[in-house]
């Protein structure tokens, strides 16, 4: 398996503009996840789907945010529009089944709003 | 709620010295553990997993780490780092099944190694 994929891996826009992150996880994987790295917060969990559900979004900022998840092999997370705030790695992660629990991660998408 | 705590932000070692990075947790019971490793310009990989059983656990990369119910702890070992050890270190906690299955990361602990 090629993993967890995401692109673009480096993402340069200008403030206002939207930006869209993609992430095809394991195949076969129910989880996914979508994270947040800066250097100010560590490492925030954005929002998380269930079998192509999203169950728990809390964690994504503001309503500039948005995240879907069409089936099983893709999803993405929106940036509508982009902040210089919004400057970070993003991560998406899957999980399988099971009651192992380890996350597999993609590697990552450096957004750069300028 | 459950929390990790990594009290160390850096940590410096040189090269083929012993390492332990600290992870203290919160929880009312005993949870899930983790350790993940993120490389430069990496996602995090995991290095080894506590569930239940021995409390030492090994991972890959000659890693291991010791569950300590007493003292809240799952402490990161490894008896001798090499500079490709470099990297960020994250210990992470998920409740057991009946609980959130979202896991709780710390802040991370950044290695340095000196040749």
């Known amino acids: 398996d090629a993993g967890v994929i995401q692109s673009p891996r480096h993402e340069v826009t200008e403030m206002g503009q939207e930006v869209t992150l993609r992430c095809k996880p394991i195949s076969g994987h129910d989880y996914l996840f979508w994270y947040r790295q800066t250097m100010m917060r560590g490492l925030e969990l954005l929002i998380y789907f269930n079998n192509n559900v999203p169950i728990d979004d809390s964690g994504m900022p503001e309503d500039r945010f948005s995240a879907k998840m069409p089936n099983a092999s893709f999803s993405t997370l929106k940036i509508q529009p982009s902040e210089p705030r919004d400057s970070a790695v993003y991560f998406c992660?899957?999980?399988?089944?099971?009651?192992?629990?380890?996350?597999?991660f993609g590697p990552g998408t450096r957004l750069t709003v300028t | 709620a459950q929390s990790v705590t990594q009290p160390d932000i850096h940590i410096t070692v040189s090269e083929g010295a012993s390492l332990e990075l600290r992870c203290n947790y919160s929880y009312g019971a005993t949870p899930y553990l983790f350790w993940y490793v993120q490389s430069p310009g990496q996602g995090l990989q995991l290095l080894l997993k506590?569930?239940?059983?021995?409390?030492l656990v090994q991972g890959i990369k000659g890693f291991e780490a010791e569950f300590k119910r007493s003292q809240s702890s799952f402490n990161l070992r490894k008896p001798s780092v090499h500079w490709s050890d470099a990297a960020e270190y994250f210990c992470a906690l998920q409740t057991r099944p009946g609980g959130s299955y979202i896991p709780t990361f710390g802040r991370g602990t950044s290695l340095i190694v000196h040749p």
């Open positions: 992660a899957s999980r399988g089944p099971g009651l192992t629990y380890e996350q597999y």
């Open positions: 506590y569930f239940s059983g021995d409390t």
